[in-house]
């Protein structure tokens, strides 16, 4: 069996599902894949996702993005609400939301939210940044919605395994992101991610961390843990993304 890693499948781009529906029906079907969020704010492409992946692998492992949790489009009901019923949506499924046990591998999902301790965000962000319009905290500020998620994080008794993973739709800490990037993207980093991420790993002793949203795929190791990013991404970004799932282990 294989672990497979993907993320950010942004579906609402007719090329990203045709991609997806194009993936092999039989090559998989013993083998187990991490969705690491970011599949489409509307509910229908969700489901239509999980019509073509599950039948595909043996298990699916899925954690909301930020895009996955907007709500403007279905008249800007709360996003918890949202959360909700997309966790009801992947019980129906059998899709994991939970930490899954695989043999002597457990895999932890990690909820989270940016809370600016990458940052504070520049005018441009505070400006155009879509979750701000897209979401509904219900008056909560970002770093009160990462709290209410990291509270959420179901973090297991991992005696007994012999490998734990982890994942997260965000990024787990902000130097998996070039020193040398851009100016402009580097305005970003406040809303990708928070520190809270990399203490979760660290206490559950995570050997291998998958993780999406940036984009911008890496495999790397810092202090003994190696962190690997295969978001799908957006049609224009063919030189950060390779535009495939990948696998990231054997179980
Ligand atoms: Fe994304
Ligand atoms: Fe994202």
Not at 24 to 50: H, M, N, P
Not at 243 to 249: F, M, N, S
């Amino acid at each position: 069996m294989r672990l497979f890693l993907g993320s950010d499948f942004h579906v609402d781009y007719r090329q990203n599902l045709d991609w997806l529906r194009a993936l092999s029906r039989a090559d998989f079907t013993d083998d187990v894949l991490i969705v690491a969020g970011d599949l489409s704010d509307e509910l229908d492409l969700v489901k239509t996702c999980f019509d073509e992946l599950v039948p595909r692998y043996r298990k699916l492992l899925f954690l909301p993005g930020n895009h996955d949790l907007w709500t403007a489009r279905s008249g800007k009901g709360p996003s918890f609400d949202k959360f909700e019923t997309l966790k009801t949506l992947c019980q129906g499924y059998g899709i994991e939301t939970s930490p899954m046990a695989i043999g002597k591998t457990l895999i932890v999902p990690l909820l989270a939210w940016y809370d600016y301790s990458f940052g504070e965000p520049g005018p441009t962000i505070k400006r155009g940044w879509m979750d701000f319009y897209k979401c509904n905290w219900e008056g909560l500020n970002p770093a009160e919605v990462a709290e209410r998620f990291d509270a959420m994080n179901v973090i297991p008794d991992t005696s007994g395994f012999d490998t734990v993973y982890s994942v997260s739709h965000f990024v787990p800490r902000l130097d998996l992101m070039p020193a040398r990037y851009p100016e402009k993207h580097k305005a970003l980093f406040p809303v990708l991610g928070t520190d809270r991420l990399e203490r979760r790993i660290r206490e559950l002793g995570s050997s291998k961390h998958f993780y999406g949203h940036s984009h911008l795929n890496r495999n790397k190791m810092l202090d003994g843990v190696t962190y690997i990013n295969n978001a799908f991404g957006y049609p224009s970004e063919t030189e950060i993304s390779a535009k495939t799932i990948l696998q990231v282990a054997d179980l």
